[in-house]
C-alpha cells in the first residue's frame, strides 16, 4: 500500500469479473470523501469502479487506477411526488428499489444483479425485464454529475452539456467518471401475476415475446442440450393490484459468488439441473410474486452461479433482428448440434428501441447464452463458429456481458461503431478512462 | 435532544452518524468538506426520518470549534457529544515541520478539548454523554506516529479528568480505544490483526451509549495486547517495530 501526500492510498488488489473468466492485479483506490475522488493526479489514468459484478473488466486494466466508488452509495434526494431520486453513483441497484418501493415507486428498467452500481448500470446502459417495453437504462436517466480529471466537476443532462450526458450511457466510463444520477421513477404495482407459457422450440419463443410486449415482465428460459434445444418456457408478469404473500428476505446474490471445487456444469449436471427446471417451471401456470423478489430473481441462483467451479463461465448475447431471426435460429440449432457445447442456460428477450452509440438496443429478439468451462476446445469453437453465425446475422452483441469478443468482430457488429467511439474519445483525447474492456476493444 | 458527531464525514464517524440516525437521534454533523456532509444528511433524513444539520468546518485551522459548534446547535438539546475524530500522517517520525505539528495537534487534541469544553454546560444539563476515541497507537510511545500518538495519550488523559470530575449520573463519560479499522486508508494494509468493521464499532458504542462511563478497548482483544505492550522490559520494545 502506499499514501500520497494528497492523502489517497492505492493498493494492489487481485480484482475479477463475475464470471471468473478475467482476473488481474491492479491499483485500486477506494475514496471515502469527495476530496479523496478528485485527488488522483488529473494525468493519471484511471476508471470508475462500482460493486464490479460486471462479466466483463470494465472497471480494472493493467495501467489504470480502479476507482471504487463504493462510499458513494448515499441517497441525495428524493421527490414522492414526481418520482425522482437522486442518488451518488455507487448505490446499489437492489438498495435503491427496494428504498423507492418502500414509498410506492419503482426503477422501471433493473438489471439481474441487485448488487450493480448505479454508476455501473449507467455506463453499461443495461436493461431490464422486459426491454421491449421499458427501453435501457438511459431512459430514466434525467442528469447526471460527472468528475472529470482535466475539466473538474460537470452537470450533465440532455439541457445542460447534453453531448456528454449521451456519451456517458452505455460510454463504459469513458466520458468521465459518473458520481450522482437522478433517476426517473414509475409508480409500482403491489405485486406481479406472472404466468408461464412453455414452448417447444425458439421460434415458438419469439411468437409468445411478440404476443406479450407489453407486459411489465417478459423473458424466457430455454434448454441448451442438442436434443432439446430452444424448448422452454416464457414468464411474462402482469402488475397485479393485490400484493403477493412477502417473500422471506433473502440476501442479495454477493458480488463474488464463491466457486464450487469444481464444475458442476457437465453434460450430467446440465441434465439434471435442466430436468428439475423442465419438471419444475416449463408448464403454463401463474402465481403472485412481490415486486423486490420479481426484479432480482438472481438472488436464488447461488448455487448455479457457484456450479461453475474456479474456471468460471462465459456468456454471449447477442441481439437478432427479426428480418434474420429464422436463418439465426437455423444455424445456431445447427451449430449446436455439431459442436454440442456446455450451455447452461439460454435466455430470450424482446427488444425494441433503436442503438445508440454502443448500447445494446435494436429490434429484436436477445440472446443470452452461458456457457460452462469457457476455455475448453470446443466451447470455443461454438463460440467461435455462433460469433461468425451472430455477423452472418446482422445481430449486435452486448458488450458488458461477452468477455470473449474482440475489436475486429465489434466493429464489423455495430454499424456506427468508429463514429460512436470518436464520439466518447472526444471527452477523453489522452485515454485516462480506460479498462480491460476498453483495451480489448480498442474503444 | 441532538446527537453531535464531529468527524462525520468518513470511516466511524459515518458509521457512527448512521447507527445514531438508525436509532432515531437527531443530528449534528461536523466535517471539514460541506460536499460529504451535504450528501450524509441527506441519506439519513431519506432513510431513518430524523432530523440532520451538516456543519463544515475545518478543525485544523478554526480558531473556536467549540463556539461554531454550540451555534450551529442553537436552542437544541445536547444528548451526545461523539468525537470520532482523527489524522495521521506517514511521516511523522521526528521529521515534521511546526504547521504538520500544529495541524496534528489541532486535529487530535486541541479541537476535541475544545469543543468539549464549549459542550460541557449543555451536556450536564441534557445529563448526556461524552464520547471519546483514542488509539492503540497511544499505549506506549514510539518512533512512528510520534505527535499522533502524544496527541492520542493527551486525549486519554483529558478523559481521565472529566470521568474523575464528573460521576456517571451526571454525565457519561466513554473513552474507546480502537485496535485497527477498516478504513480508505487501512483497507489494503498488512495488518498484524484484521481491521475491524466500523459498523461493528459503532453499533457497540451507540448501544452502550446509555451505559455509565468507561474506557475500553474495542474489540476487547486489544487490551490484551496493550497490556503485553505495557508489560514488555523496555529493553525488549525498543526492538518491536510495528
Given at each position: 500500500m502506499s499514501v500520497s501526500p494528497r492523502g489517497y492510498a492505492l493498493a494492489d488488489l487481485d480484482l475479477s469479473t463475475f464470471d471468473r473468466s478475467t482476473r488481474s492485479t491492479v491499483r485500486v483506490q477506494r475514496p471515502d470523501r469527495y476530496r479523496l475522488l478528485e485527488s488522483l493526479p488529473p494525468d493519471v489514468p484511471r476508471i470508475a469502479r462500482g460493486s464490479g459484478v460486471s462479466y466483463v473488466a470494465?472497471?480494472?486494466?493493467?495501467?489504470?487506477?480502479?476507482?471504487?466508488?463504493?462510499?458513494?452509495?448515499?441517497?441525495?434526494?428524493?421527490?414522492?411526488?414526481?418520482?425522482?431520486?437522486?442518488?451518488?453513483?455507487?448505490?446499489?441497484?437492489?438498495?435503491?428499489?427496494?428504498?423507492?418501493?418502500?414509498?410506492?415507486?419503482?426503477?422501471?428498467?433493473?438489471?439481474?444483479?441487485?448488487?450493480?452500481?448505479?454508476?455501473?448500470?449507467?455506463?453499461?446502459?443495461?436493461?431490464?425485464?422486459?426491454?421491449?417495453?421499458?427501453?435501457?437504462?438511459?431512459?430514466?436517466?434525467?442528469?447526471l454529475g460527472v468528475f472529470d480529471p482535466l475539466h473538474g466537476w460537470l452537470q450533465a443532462s440532455p439541457h445542460e452539456n447534453a453531448e456528454r450526458f449521451a456519451a456517458c450511457h452505455a460510454g463504459f466510463g469513458i466520458a468521465g467518471t459518473i458520481v450522482h444520477a437522478t433517476l426517473r421513477l414509475a409508480p409500482a404495482p403491489?405485486?406481479?401475476?406472472?404466468?408461464?407459457?412453455?414452448?417447444?422450440?425458439?421460434?415458438?419463443?419469439?411468437?409468445?415475446?411478440?404476443?406479450?410486449?407489453?407486459?411489465?415482465?417478459?423473458?424466457?428460459?430455454?434448454?441448451?442440450?442438442?436434443?432439446?434445444?430452444?424448448?422452454?418456457?416464457?414468464?411474462?408478469?402482469?402488475?397485479?393490484?393485490?400484493?403477493?404473500?412477502?417473500?422471506?428476505?433473502?440476501?442479495?446474490?454477493?458480488?463474488?459468488?464463491?466457486?464450487?471445487?469444481?464444475?458442476?456444469?457437465?453434460?450430467?449436471?446440465?441434465?439434471?439441473?435442466?430436468?428439475?427446471?423442465?419438471?419444475?417451471?416449463?408448464?403454463?401456470?401463474?402465481?403472485?410474486?412481490?415486486?423486490?423478489?420479481?426484479?432480482?430473481?438472481?438472488?436464488?441462483?447461488?448455487?448455479?452461479?457457484?456450479?461453475?467451479?474456479?474456471?468460471?463461465?462465459?456468456?454471449?448475447?447477442?441481439?437478432?433482428?427479426?428480418?434474420?431471426?429464422?436463418?439465426?435460429?437455423?444455424?445456431?440449432?445447427?451449430?449446436?448440434?455439431?459442436?454440442?457445447?456446455?450451455?447452461?442456460?439460454?435466455?430470450?428477450?424482446?427488444?425494441?428501441?433503436?442503438?445508440?452509440?454502443?448500447?445494446?438496443?435494436?429490434?429484436?429478439?436477445?440472446?443470452?447464452?452461458?456457457?460452462?468451462?469457457?476455455?475448453?476446445?470446443?466451447?470455443?469453437?461454438?463460440?467461435?463458429?455462433?460469433?461468425?453465425?451472430?455477423?452472418?446475422?446482422?445481430?449486435?452483441?452486448?458488450?458488458?456481458?461477452?468477455?470473449?469478443?474482440?475489436?475486429?468482430?465489434?466493429?464489423?457488429?455495430?454499424?456506427?461503431?468508429?463514429?460512436?467511439?470518436?464520439?466518447?474519445?472526444?471527452?477523453?483525447?489522452?485515454?485516462?478512462?480506460?479498462?480491460?474492456?476498453?483495451?480489448?476493444?480498442?474503444? | 435532544m441532538t446527537a453531535i458527531v464531529i468527524g462525520a464525514s468518513s470511516g466511524l464517524g459515518r458509521a457512527l452518524a448512521?447507527?445514531?440516525?438508525?436509532?432515531?437521534?437527531?443530528?449534528?454533523?461536523?466535517?471539514?468538506?460541506?460536499?460529504?456532509?451535504?450528501?450524509?444528511?441527506?441519506?439519513?433524513?431519506?432513510?431513518?426520518?430524523?432530523?440532520?444539520?451538516?456543519?463544515?468546518?475545518d478543525l485544523s485551522r478554526e480558531p473556536d470549534p467549540g463556539a461554531r459548534v454550540l451555534e450551529a446547535l442553537g436552542e437544541d438539546e445536547a444528548s451526545a457529544l461523539l468525537m470520532p475524530v482523527g489524522v495521521s500522517r506517514e511521516d511523522d517520525a521526528f521529521g515534521l515541520g511546526v504547521g504538520a505539528i500544529g495541524q496534528l495537534l489541532a486535529i487530535n487534541l486541541h479541537a476535541p478539548l475544545a469543543i468539549a469544553h464549549a459542550l460541557l454546560p449543555r451536556l450536564l444539563v441534557a445529563r448526556g454523554a461524552i464520547v471519546g476515541f483514542g488509539s492503540i497507537a497511544a499505549v506506549r510511545g514510539r518512533g512512528r506516529n510520534v505527535v499522533y500518538a502524544a496527541a492520542k495519550r493527551g486525549l486519554e488523559t483529558f478523559f481521565e479528568s472529566l470521568r474523575h470530575r464528573h460521576a456517571p449520573s451526571e454525565l457519561r463519560v466513554q473513552f474507546w480505544k480502537p485496535g485497527f479499522l477498516r478504513s480508505n486508508l487501512t483497507f489494503a494494509m498488512k495488518l498484524p490483526m484484521a481491521p475491524a468493521e466500523p459498523s461493528d464499532l459503532a453499533a457497540d458504542v451507540v448501544r452502550r451509549l446509555p451505559k455509565g462511563s468507561f474506557d475500553r478497548y474495542a474489540p476487547a482483544k486489544w487490551a490484551l495486547v496493550a497490556r503485553v505492550l505495557r508489560a514488555l522490559p523496555w529493553s525488549l520494545f525498543r526492538r518491536v517495530k510495528a
Open positions: 470494465a472497471s480494472f486494466g493493467d495501467g489504470a487506477i480502479s476507482q471504487e466508488l463504493g462510499a458513494f452509495d448515499r441517497l441525495l434526494g428524493f421527490d414522492a411526488e414526481h418520482g425522482l431520486v437522486t442518488v451518488e453513483a455507487g448505490a446499489r441497484i437492489g438498495d435503491v428499489a427496494r428504498f423507492v418501493l418502500r414509498h410506492g415507486w419503482s426503477l422501471p428498467v433493473v438489471p439481474g444483479h441487485p448488487r450493480a452500481s448505479i454508476g455501473g448500470c449507467i455506463a453499461a446502459d443495461v436493461h431490464g425485464k422486459n426491454p421491449a417495453r421499458d427501453g435501457t437504462f438511459r431512459d430514466y436517466v434525467e442528469a403491489a405485486a406481479y401475476t406472472i404466468r408461464r407459457l412453455p414452448v417447444a422450440n425458439l421460434r415458438e419463443a419469439r411468437d409468445v415475446l411478440v404476443a406479450h410486449a407489453g407486459a411489465p415482465l417478459l423473458y424466457g428460459w430455454h434448454d441448451g442440450r442438442a436434443r432439446h434445444f430452444g424448448r422452454g418456457v416464457i414468464r411474462f408478469g402482469l402488475e397485479s393490484h393485490e400484493a403477493a404473500p412477502r417473500a422471506k428476505a433473502g440476501a442479495d446474490l454477493p458480488v463474488q459468488v464463491a466457486p464450487w471445487r469444481a464444475c458442476a456444469w457437465t453434460p450430467a449436471g446440465i441434465t439434471a439441473m435442466n430436468a428439475w427446471i423442465h419438471h419444475r417451471w416449463c408448464r403454463a401456470g401463474s402465481s403472485q410474486v412481490d415486486v423486490a423478489s420479481a426484479l432480482f430473481p438472481l438472488n436464488d441462483a447461488r448455487a448455479y452461479y457457484g456450479g461453475f467451479g474456479p474456471e468460471g463461465f462465459v456468456e454471449a448475447q447477442w441481439l437478432v433482428p427479426y428480418a434474420t431471426y429464422d436463418a439465426f435460429v437455423d444455424g445456431l440449432e445447427a451449430l449446436v448440434a455439431k459442436h454440442r457445447p456446455a450451455i447452461t442456460l439460454v435466455a430470450s428477450k424482446l427488444f425494441d428501441g433503436e442503438p445508440e452509440g454502443l448500447a445494446f438496443d435494436g429490434r429484436g429478439i436477445a440472446f443470452a447464452i452461458q456457457l460452462a468451462r469457457p476455455r475448453a476446445t470446443t466451447q470455443r469453437a461454438f463460440l467461435d463458429a455462433l460469433t461468425a453465425l451472430a455477423l452472418e446475422q446482422r445481430a449486435r452483441p452486448n458488450l458488458i456481458k461477452d468477455a470473449s469478443l474482440d475489436a475486429a468482430t465489434v466493429r464489423q457488429a455495430i454499424s456506427g461503431f468508429e463514429g460512436a467511439r470518436a464520439r466518447l474519445r472526444a471527452f477523453d483525447p489522452q485515454g485516462l478512462h480506460r479498462s480491460d474492456l476498453t483495451r480489448r476493444l480498442d474503444l | 448512521e447507527e445514531l440516525a438508525r436509532n432515531g437521534h437527531a443530528l449534528l454533523l461536523v466535517a471539514s468538506d460541506v460536499r460529504d456532509l451535504v450528501a450524509l444528511a441527506a441519506d439519513l433524513r431519506l432513510r431513518h426520518g430524523v432530523a440532520v444539520e451538516p456543519l463544515a468546518l
